[in-house]
């Protein structure tokens, strides 16, 4: 089995009135921590009241890497500078490859705003390595029944494929890289047992209840950071649970990250900031609301 190096517990830095939780970076958990999954935000659960504001992510740059972000409740509208407009509501997943660089908005429907209601949501980074930093700005949202689910210990496991192979399965996502992704809801009792080549790294993040991971106990808002010395990761559900789940063969690339960006060497974020301020990442103008 692939042991288990550290838990490391989300910290909770709300956003406003938005309840959230940063999984990594900590000072635990830096960005370099599980290469190539970078960063990840918990956004939720709360309920929202009518005639709320919606979320507070307003027009806002970015570069060198891509976001796939989870609508686990309520809903998420996605604009960009290229001209893109996406709401994606529960059970639905956005993946931007933000690439050579775009401004983009993430905020309520105007329905979720005027009727409120439940929110849960995140947001994990995947690094680009330096041969894919400035590929093409890319966009894809896709509802929840556009996503397969694989069911196993007899229904008790549900896996929501997002990108890569499971189990014969392909995610309708397609990263420029090998990132295989899921979100997989358990209930109390169900097992779910998955080899992982020892060269990968594997992103676990309990987002709800609790599961016994290799031996060992893993509670709510946990980032699990695994060791390579192994290939068997064996789960079992001591309660009802939620997990992100993903792996993917690590770059091995020095990255610098700053702000909105995330490159290779200081000097590549320096342009990125000079690129921005020139309007080579589009008109934010047009996604105010």
Do not use: C
């Amino acid at each position: 089995m692939r042991t288990i190096k550290a838990q490391h517990k989300a910290v909770y830095e709300p956003i406003g009135d938005l309840v959230t939780y940063r999984a990594m970076p900590t000072h635990a958990a830096p960005m370099n921590i599980i290469d190539p999954f970078i960063f990840l935000n918990h956004h939720g659960w709360q309920e929202y009241p009518p005639h709320n504001a919606g979320l507070p992510f307003g027009p806002h740059p970015h570069r060198g890497f891509e976001t796939v972000t989870f609508i686990l409740e309520g809903d998420l509208t996605h604009k960009d500078t290229t001209g893109i407009v996406s709401v994606i509501k529960e059970g639905g997943v956005q993946w931007m490859t933000a690439g050579r660089g775009l401004i983009h908005a993430e905020v309520s429907s105007p329905e979720f705003k005027a009727l409120g209601g439940p929110l849960e949501i995140l947001q994990l980074w995947v690094n680009l390595p330096a041969k894919h930093k400035m590929t093409e700005p890319k966009y894809v949202g896709l509802q929840k029944n556009d996503i397969p689910v694989a069911a196993f210990d007899n229904g008790k496991v549900a896996a929501h494929i997002v990108s890569g192979k499971w189990n014969d399965i392909s995610g309708p996502f397609e990263p420029l890289t090998d990132i295989h992704l899921s979100f997989m809801y358990f209930k109390e009792g169900g097992k779910y047992t998955i080899q992982v080549p020892k060269e990968q790294n594997v992103f676990l993040y309990i987002v709800k209840g609790e599961l016994k991971i290799n031996g060992d106990f893993a509670r709510i808002h946990h980032l699990v950071e695994f060791n390579r010395d192994g290939q068997m990761i064996e789960m079992k559900a001591t309660a009802d649970a939620i997990i992100l789940f993903g792996y993917a063969t690590p770059f091995n690339e020095p990255f610098f990250a700053y702000g909105p960006f995330v490159m290779n060497t200081r000097e590549e974020i320096m342009q990125a900031y000079e690129d921005m301020k020139n309007g080579k990442f589009g008109d934010e103008t047009a996604l105010m609301d």
